[in-house]
């Protein structure tokens, strides 16, 4: 039996975030994702691979908000 596809709906649901940041992660952090035509789809096993794996760390991708320097 095949994985179900799921959409940017479910897999922000699936993880606890928002639409934005499904998008933003595609973007800018390689969240597993297949666009059909203009619709992103996941498959949920990939994208829990990615999560384990680290690929939603903020500090490991570059993604968090800067520290202010000291003065």
């Known amino acids: 039996m095949t994985e179900p596809w799921v959409s940017v ?11 934005d940041s499904i998008y933003r992660w595609i973007d800018r952090k390689g969240l597993p994702a ?5 619709l992103w789809k996941f498959q949920v096993s ?8 680290g690929g939603a760390d903020e500090e490991k991708h570059g993604d968090a908000p800067s520290a202010s320097p000291r003065k």
């Open 9 to 19: 709906d479910q897999i922000a649901e699936h993880l606890g975030v928002t639409r």
């Open 34 to 38: 297949h666009r059909l035509g203009r």
């Open 46 to 53: 990939e994208v829990d691979d990615w999560v384990r794996a």
